[in-house]
């Protein structure tokens, strides 16, 4: 019988590290950059094409390489940190396995220039597919400069599971940005396609935060200090007022590198517990100083998991030291049991005379029996709801309902009713004949009588779900009407907003947004949907909360694109709890909710609808 068993060639086993090591074009940006930081460079350069697919080129001013080191360092587990297995537990520095540019070479066409500062010339190499095309002396500058061009050229099939350029831009960023937060004194520039997207001068990490997310942030963060015997703690965490519905801007470092973990993540929630509601997460940015010896970076080919020695006690000095500086910069509630909190509001410098005692305001002819009259005024940003929501572009026609309305139902006989094309659930009860004037409980539920007891509907739900289902026709259709603004405004986006933004951007106007490009980073909105209806909608803000909902129903529900964005919008726009609504607001509300698809379930597939029987009510009487 003949042996089976062989050894793979070089080349097939660098690429299925590469499958580890090199999962996308932003994985090749992480290893690079961590390559240049443990060069000892000060000034980093990324250069991406085609959102890495295309080219992929770092350029540092470290230390570089020798003639033999630069062939070197293409080898397979060839590294300059690690002589034997103890140094395994004594790593300070970025990479160590020594698979990174061996892996990549595997799946690319390589070219590097690197000399040393106390040589007048350097070397430059090609690779393809593992494969040395050659390899000579070149004038370059002192650093290493690394190109990588069509990264999966000879593995089809993994290039083909690559997402769209937006979507890879974005991972790219992330990686930038996690790099750059952890070594906030090194220099860094990011351009794509020609475009600059980052220019980061060396600073320190507080500044740094505010050069990646926006100049707003530097009122956000609040500082986080704790030196003990097992770590040090430093960085900033972010006022719990300004909390976003995504995890996007949280980020662990221990020893300078990016980890991902959830029971550290945990400690800081705790933190924020009686400060943030359930679907809200805090920004932080938070560096781990411990020793290496207490750690095992090496768990993950990525080197994104750590295991600690005594990870309950760290969990309990994270979890302290923000509540801490909650605590100290008046965030949490405090307690002062000296102060006699009546008076805290007073200004003690001014004499009796000069305080103004309250006064009260009232209309003598108020007669709360003359019988109700339409509110002329109202607060809500909703006052137009009726105008809106009953006609307009893209509203639902009497034609298209499937339940007829409130007052069709209520007409028919008993017997006519049992042929209406009810739900099974709702096809037990009656309306009852000639409906009366509706109710509105606590300003969140409507009350309506049917004949079989009394119907209550959420307000908020049945006017999301009414919105949902209508802007799914308008992305559907591409036919969503738009008001013109009468002052455009501007939208400065974080890159990875922006990069979203932009890929979304023809499914945005479907809804009936008018946004176009308008420089860096920022959009200028010219219009929004008339289903919005009038009042005071900060375009702004409306369309910020648009796609951080996007990128929320995303990440929970793993939704398609079209259904995500018509569900963040509907959220986003959907009149809420607590809005004062008139009789003829809410007829339209409910007549429109009965002329949806799914009137029964809202778009997060709770109630909608909830009856109460006769029988019900007589048991609670004792009847």
């Given amino acids: 019988m003949s042996d089976i068993i062989q050894l793979l060639p070089d080349s097939v086993a660098n690429q299925i590290a590469a499958g580890e090591v090199v999962q996308r074009p932003a994985s090749a940006v992480k290893e690079l950059l961590e390559n240049a930081i443990d060069a000892g460079a000060n000034k980093i350069q990324l250069i991406v094409k085609d959102a890495g697919k295309g080219l992929i080129q770092v350029i540092d001013n470290g230390s570089g390489m020798s003639v033999t080191d ?73 650093g290493t400069s690394i190109s990588i061009k069509n990264l999966f050229y000879n593995t089809p099939a993994r290039r083909n599971f690559l997402k769209s350029n937006p979507a890879e831009m974005r991972h790219i960023i992330d990686e930038f940005q996690r790099v750059s937060l952890a070594h906030p004194a090194i220099a860094f520039t990011l351009h794509h396609d020609g475009v600059e997207i980052y220019h980061l001068p060396s600073s320190v990490l507080k500044q740094r935060i505010v050069h990646l997310f926006g100049n707003n942030y530097n009122q956000r963060l609040i500082p986080v200090e704790e030196e003990t015997s097992i770590i040090n703690l430093k960085g900033y965490i972010g006022k719990p007022e300004f909390a976003k519905k995504t995890r996007g801007e949280q980020f662990f470092f221990v020893n300078n590198r990016f980890i991902k973990d959830p029971y550290l993540n945990h400690a800081v929630s705790k933190a924020y517990e009686d400060l943030l509601a359930d679907d809200h997460f805090p920004l932080y940015v938070l560096f781990i100083d411990i020793d290496p010896a207490n750690i095992d970076v090496n768990v993950h080919p990525t080197k994104t ?42 200004i003690t410098h001014k004499s009796p005379e000069e305080i103004v005692p309250p006064s009260i305001s009232f209309n003598p002819d108020f007669n709360p029996f003359a019988g109700d009259k339409p509110a002329t005024t109202r607060e809500s940003a909703y006052a137009s709801f009726p105008k809106s929501y009953g ?34 659930h709702e096809s037990e009860h009656q309306f009852s004949p000639v409906q009366k004037q509706l109710m509105q409980l606590h300003n969140r539920y409507i009350i309506s009588q049917i004949k079989s007891g009394l119907m209550l509907i959420d307000q908020q739900a049945a006017h999301e779900r009414i919105l949902y289902e209508r802007f799914t026709v308008h992305l559907e259709d591409r036919k969503g009407a738009s008001q013109q603004s009468l002052f455009p405004q501007t939208v400065t986006l974080s890159p990875n907003d922006y990069e979203l933004a932009k890929s979304l951007l023809e499914d945005i106007k479907s809804l009936g947004f008018e946004v176009r490009e308008f420089g860096k980073n920022t959009l200028v909105i010219e219009g929004i949907p008339v289903d919005l209806g009038g009042g005071n909608i900060n375009e702004t803000q409306l369309f910020e909360h648009l796609i951080e909902g996007f990128k929320n129903s995303q990440q929970e529900l793993k939704l398609d694109k079209r259904d995500a964005l018509a569900r963040s919008m509907a959220r986003n726009s959907a009149i809420k709890n ?23 379930f809202s778009i997060s597939g709770k109630p909608v609808i909830q009856t109460i029987g006769l029988a019900e009510l007589d048991k609670k009487f004792d009847k």
């Fill in 578 to 600: 607590g809005t004062v609504l008139g009789q003829e607001e809410m007829n339209t509300l409910i007549e429109q909710l009965f002329a949806c698809k799914t009137p029964n």
């Fill in 305 to 346: 998991e750590i295991k600690y020695l005594d990870e309950k006690s760290i969990y309990a000095i994270l979890h302290s030291a923000v509540k801490r500086s909650l605590g100290r910069f008046n965030i949490s509630p405090t307690i002062d049991f000296d102060q006699e909190t009546g008076f805290s509001g007073m």
């Fill in 391 to 424: 006609g307009g572009a893209g509203s639902m026609s009497p034609s298209t309902k499937n339940w007829g309305s409130l007052y069709e139902i209520a007409n028919h006989t008993p017997a006519e009713q049992s042929t209406l094309d009810l739900p099974a």
């Fill in 70 to 142: 630069a062939r070197m360092c293409f080898e397979r587990h060839a590294t300059s940190k690690v002589r034997k297995a103890e140094d395994l537990f004594a790593i300070r520095t970025m990479g160590f396995r020594g698979e990174a540019m061996a892996s990549i070479a595997a799946i690319a066409q390589v070219e590097m220039k690197t000399r040393k500062h106390d040589e007048e010339l350097g070397t430059v190499i090609e690779i393809e597919g593992s494969v040395f095309l050659k390899q000579e002396p070149v004038a370059t500058s002192a």
